[in-house]
């Protein structure tokens, strides 16, 4: 995890999928991924504003973001922290605890 500009996560998959596997905290921000050099996604990873949904609260619960129809073969994705955040966050954290990628 971090929450300094520009730091990122970089790592090597296969697969048309893929999935980034974090955590929602009420201090997450927003990031840029990029696969195989190019722009795909700008991805909030924030809690949702204290909502509950029956009676789970929104923060510290799993986080996931997918994407699919890659080309079958092997990519890279780069996770990059902007230092930005909403409004209703109390900072710009990003966190990875995982990829999965599928074909």
């Not at 929104?58 to 079958?72: A, C, D, T």
Request: hydrophobic letters at 35%; proline letters at 4%.
């Amino acid at each position: 995890y971090s929450k300094e500009p520009e730091c990122f996560f970089e790592g090597e998959f296969e697969g048309s999928t893929l999935v980034w596997q974090g955590w929602r905290h009420k201090d997450a921000g927003i990031a840029v991924v990029t696969i195989d050099g190019k722009e795909v996604a700008e991805v909030d990873q924030d809690a949702y504003d204290d909502v509950h949904v029956g009676r789970m609260d929104q923060r510290n619960v799993p986080f996931r973001w997918s994407i699919s129809g890659l080309e079958r073969g092997p990519h890279t994705v780069r996770i990059t922290v902007t230092g930005r955040q909403s409004p209703r966050s109390a900072a710009a954290t990003i966190n990875v605890s995982g990829l999965s990628s599928f074909q």
